[in-house]
């Protein structure tokens, strides 16, 4: 019997549903942000599986959660795959989630058909991916590639000011796991399942999105400061409006921006006005700006005016520009990105070669070992919001081809 052979489809959706209730939210997606109670029991619940099947858990210093299965040759370099439990707060069911519970189904599947591998393979649930609650995103992957120092990652703080170090100790007290001796490597390859989170797949009735790379992006955060006075009373030429000046670096921005081939993303997800108060003239906007495009030399055309920009529309405000991440473009290892390829065609799945729009952990991963991905389509391409939905089938197909392809990669 094949490792694909073994997937079960009915289990994989029952995993979902499982999770899904961690977190649930009123309109059907979830809310499970990094290191919150909500990803304390999706922590938990995955270690009971584990453990149920005999597979060996442990955690890192960043609190990554590694689930292993052994392989014949036990100090071999193992194979990865996985993706994140941590979601948007208005997020779905499946961002994330599925390339955990799609690598568990292969382990699963593997033991239940005795099918042993050389090298072991684990499933990671790298922390916090989507940088929402934390606001350095792929954090847990970045950390583990080296890519990013621990002491910098630990210190980030949410918007209640609480640290990640703070927070991650919390979620050890609550849920505890042996712990690695060291953090990263080596890695013998990884290969991340995904929703597509985009419309291609399904507009070309498509199964598999065989990812041939994730285009680079930068966050900033953006610090404008004026002065409180009072609504009623303060003349015009007497105010430094915080939100006046705000608005006119966005529009700004937007300018700069602009892109006739609409390649270019940049988005001001998060907008915070300070005091808050009806009638007090804004002192304070702190904001978030959200940069890609597949270009490293775009990237660092515009990014690099960003602050120029800002300061040029000031109005009489000081505005401070920090970026927060920069990870450039990324191309996956042509070994990789052939094998998914092969093990799609062998399924008999229809399939295309894409890049990826969103950010992935595969990205960081990508600079310590060959690595890869696999897309299942996302209905309408909604993402990002908890209407995201996908089929029991599609998420099956994608972890058959999983399955083929981190076998073949552990037998190597
Ligand atoms: C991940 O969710 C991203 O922002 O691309
Ligand atoms: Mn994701
Ligand atoms: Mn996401």
Redesign the pocket.
Known sequence: MTASAAVREARLWQRHAEMARLGATAKGGVNRQALSAEDVAARKLLASWAQARGFAVSTDAIGNLFVRRAGEQHDAAPVMTGSHMDS?PTGGRF??IYGVLAGFEVLEALEDAGIRTRRPLEVVAWMN???SRFPV??MGSAVFAGRLALDKALAVRDPKGTTVAAALAETMAAAPVARRARIGGPVAAYVEAHIE?GPRLEADCRTIGVVTGIQG?RRYAVEVTGEEAHAGTTPRAARKDALSAAVAVVAALETLMEDPTDTVRFTVGRFEVFPGSPNTVPGRVYFTI?F?HPDQAVLEARGGRIAAVAAAHARGCTVSVSQLTDVPPTVFAPSIVDLVRDCTAGLGLPYMDMPS????DAMHIATLCPAGMIFVPCERGIS?NEAENATPADLAAGCRVLADALTTLANR
């Open positions: 948007q961002d994330g991916e989507e940088g995103g792929a989170q992006s959200d890609r729009g969103a950010g992935h990002h």
